[in-house]
């Protein structure tokens, strides 16, 4: 996997790998969708996420988040390889396809650990 460019080009390098380090710490917000896709294991499209999130923030206690916010969750967890596309699409409400997006299966691309337990804590 390739490392997106997350400081200057005029800085020093230490400074990407510092970028990278903060970049990447797992949010309650990523905690929240792992959790969910642990639940869901048939797997969610973005726009399944996006509005069973709205459903079931306020009950699971889970982060407040914008409406589209859970699909960027899963974007940033799909490329840690926590999610992966399980090669099905579903329809939306506009009929176009979407990607059913489900938890990767544990390997040693993962870049990542996470402790499914402590998610709900």
């Not at 079931?56 to 982060?63: D, M, Y």
């Not at 840690?80 to 506009?94: H, V």
Request: overall charge positive; aromatic content about 10%; hydrophobic content about 40%.
């Amino acid at each position: 996997m390739t490392t997106p460019i997350l400081a200057r080009p005029t800085d020093p390098g230490t400074s990407d790998a510092a970028a990278e380090k903060q970049a990447w710490k797992l949010t309650a917000s990523h905690h929240a969708i792992l959790a969910i896709f642990q639940e869901k294991k048939a797997g969610l499209t973005d726009t399944e996420l996006n509005k069973f999130y709205k459903r079931i923030w306020v009950k699971r206690e889970f982060p407040q988040l914008a409406f589209d916010t859970p699909r960027r969750r899963r974007s940033d967890l799909a490329g840690r390889k926590f999610l992966a596309d399980c090669g099905k699409k579903r329809r939306n409400d506009n009929g176009e396809p979407e990607v059913v997006w489900i938890l990767a299966t544990p390997s040693d691309d993962a870049q990542l650990a996470f402790d499914f337990d402590s998610a709900a804590a």
